[in-house]
């Protein structure tokens, strides 16, 4: 007999369990852990890797649950999940924030925190004070930040440090002033000559993986099949050894029309807002709670409660 049952009965024992969900809860998924070697067997046997952003516990959960092999809590949080206008305003704190509930949420796959602009920009002692930050406090297992050749060099001192990196060519959000916007990267010879020179250069430093972000599928294809580690796209073509997208895209979660590249599986917006909507159709309308969703009391509490109460509206008489 369930709790609805009982509480149309006057109470049980049923009744003390309360309706919040319980999130939380340990992890009994099955299921192999995705490791940065086991990636460069997923390129080695052209097996696609699959990667999403995720930001909190719960989207994390879901993400691995549905076998994704990578985690990346990205930069871009600072407008999915904190309004700004772009990727330059988050802090390292925010990002750690975030970082630390994905990772009570994520069992298998690799999990990946951006480096945000300002903590490996200036000064390489404290990129790799920061990178470690994310590794000690934050549990992540790889960190990514921006840029090519320029670089090389501190990805290396990251790496001997014993943190495995991840690289970001193409269209760098984190450069978008530079840039002049958000633009794809390597529509001339010029262009492509740059993007190979980096592409390689990452790959000589060891980098676990690279993002190309913004580049055309037929450059995209060139520096796949010139590298040795494995190459994640986005808006890169179908060529790379594997596709990322911000999971808040993936969900028309955003207010802003798509890029090109983004395609929606899903219409979380519409199924929140009609939730929602009737949520609040059911309040009004005195429609929710109903006496099923409610708690009783016990049967005997409840006469005892009935006699005091008669004996007051006769006192009152």
Same mark, same amino acid.
């Given at each position: 007999?369930?709790?609805?049952?009982?509480?149309?009965?006057?109470? !049980?024992?049923?009744?003390?369990?309360?309706?919040?969900?319980?999130?939380?809860?340990? &992890?009994?998924?099955?299921?192999?852990?995705?490791?940065?070697?086991?990636?460069?067997?997923?390129?080695?046997?052209?097996?696609?890797?699959?990667?999403?952003?995720?930001?909190?516990?719960?989207?994390?959960?879901?993400?691995?649950?549905?076998?994704?092999?990578?985690?990346?809590?990205?930069?871009?949080?600072?407008?999915?999940?904190?309004?700004?206008?772009?990727?330059?305003?988050?802090?390292?704190?925010?990002?750690?924030?975030?970082?630390?509930?994905?990772?009570?949420?994520?069992?298998?796959?690799?999990?990946?925190? #951006?480096?945000?602009?300002?903590?490996? +920009?200036?000064?390489?002692? *404290?990129?790799?004070?920061?990178?470690?930050? &994310?590794?000690?406090?934050?549990?992540?297992?790889?960190?990514?930040?921006?840029?090519?050749?320029?670089?090389? *060099?501190?990805?290396? %001192?990251?790496?001997?440090?014993?943190?495995? $990196?991840?690289?970001?060519?193409?269209?760098?959000?984190?450069?978008?002033?530079?840039?002049?916007?958000?633009?794809?990267?390597?529509?001339?010879?010029?262009?492509?000559? +740059?993007?190979?020179?980096?592409?390689?250069?990452?790959?000589?430093?060891?980098?676990?993986?690279? $993002?190309?972000?913004?580049?055309? %599928?037929?450059?995209?294809?060139?520096?796949?099949?010139?590298?040795?580690?494995?190459?994640? !796209?986005?808006?890169?073509?179908?060529?790379? #050894?594997?596709? @990322?997208? $911000?999971?808040? *895209?993936?969900?028309?979660?955003?207010?802003?029309?798509?890029?090109?590249? @983004?395609?929606?599986?899903? #219409?979380?917006?519409?199924?929140?807002?009609?939730?929602? +909507?009737?949520?609040?159709? *059911?309040?009004?309308?005195?429609?929710?709670?109903?006496?099923?969703?409610?708690?009783?009391?016990?049967?005997?509490?409840?006469?005892?409660?009935?006699? $005091?109460?008669?004996?007051?509206?006769?006192?009152?008489?």
């Amino acid at each position: 007999m369930h709790a609805q049952a009982l509480s149309a009965k006057g109470g !049980g024992a049923l009744e003390d369990i309360m309706s919040i969900t319980p999130i939380g809860g340990a &992890f009994d998924r099955p299921g192999r852990k995705v490791t940065t070697a086991s990636l460069r067997d997923q390129k080695l046997h052209h097996q696609k890797i699959t990667c999403l952003t995720a930001y909190d516990y719960a989207s994390a959960r879901l993400v691995d649950e549905a076998g994704i092999d990578m985690v990346l809590v990205g930069d871009s949080l600072a407008q999915t999940m904190l309004g700004y206008e772009n990727t330059l305003s988050v802090t390292m704190d925010e990002m750690l924030h975030h970082v630390k509930a994905v990772r009570r949420g994520v069992k298998n796959a690799l999990l990946i925190a #951006d480096m945000p602009y300002g903590s490996y +920009q200036v000064d390489a002692k *404290d990129a790799i004070l920061n990178a470690a930050r &994310f590794v000690k406090e934050g549990g992540a297992e790889v960190v990514k930040l921006e840029g090519g050749e320029r670089r090389a *060099d501190l990805i290396r %001192r990251i790496i001997d440090a014993e943190i495995p $990196v991840a690289g970001h060519i193409g269209l760098t959000p984190q450069s978008v002033n530079v840039m002049g916007g958000y633009k794809v990267q390597g529509k001339n010879l010029g262009a492509i000559e +740059q993007l190979m020179r980096d592409a390689v250069a990452l790959d000589r430093a060891g980098v676990a993986f690279m $993002v190309l972000e913004g580049i055309p %599928r037929e450059v995209a294809a060139m520096i796949t099949n010139e590298v040795s580690t494995p190459t994640i !796209g986005i808006g890169a073509g179908p060529e790379c #050894d594997g596709q @990322v997208l $911000v999971f808040h *895209d993936l969900l028309n979660l955003t207010f802003h029309t798509p890029a090109k590249f @983004v395609r929606r599986y899903g #219409d979380a917006a519409a199924l929140i807002t009609e939730s929602v +909507q009737a949520f609040r159709a *059911d309040v009004k309308s005195q429609q929710y709670p109903s006496d099923e969703e409610s708690y009783h009391l016990p049967m005997d509490t409840k006469a005892a409660l009935d006699s $005091v109460l008669a004996r007051k509206r006769a006192m009152g008489r």
